[in-house]
């Protein structure tokens, strides 16, 4: 399985990002998958999850309408856009998959759930 994560960068605050996630090898319809971020000295946490088999979504409390998770099937693509960015954003964001988390309950947020992740991408907002 192999998880590719794209689209970081340095933007300004109040810009947009669009991070991809290219997934191989892996069983990627009808299964969760999510972008989860660690800003230096802190835990992962979950920034937003969807389940690929209908699109359900969950979104961490911090997002607040501004980033839209989305997948494209036929590519096995992941995509976070990220709008109205704020430097409280700067983090490493990872791509993770997980055949086993559920979409309803808390599981689809939580680190810990996720068997498969990608290296990250870098996103700083200054």
């Known amino acids: 399985v192999q998880l590719v994560e794209s689209g970081g960068g340095l933007v300004q605050p109040g810009g947009s990002l669009r991070l991809s996630c290219q997934a191989s090898?892996?069983?990627?319809?009808?299964?969760?998958m999510a972008w989860f971020r660690q800003a230096p000295g802190k835990e992962r946490e979950g920034v937003a999850a969807i389940y690929t088999g209908d699109g359900r979504t969950r979104y961490g409390d911090f997002v607040k309408g501004r980033f839209t998770i989305a997948r494209d099937n036929a590519k096995s693509t992941l995509y976070l856009q990220m709008n109205s960015l704020n430097p409280e954003d700067t983090a490493t964001y990872y791509c993770?998959?997980?055949?086993?988390?559920?979409?309803?309950?808390?599981?689809?947020?939580?680190?810990?759930?996720?068997?498969?992740w990608g290296q990250g991408t870098q996103v700083t907002v200054s």
């Open positions: 090898g892996y069983n990627y319809t009808g299964n969760c």
């Open positions: 993770a998959a997980s055949p086993t988390a559920t979409i309803i309950g808390g599981s689809a947020m939580k680190a810990q759930a996720y068997q498969y």
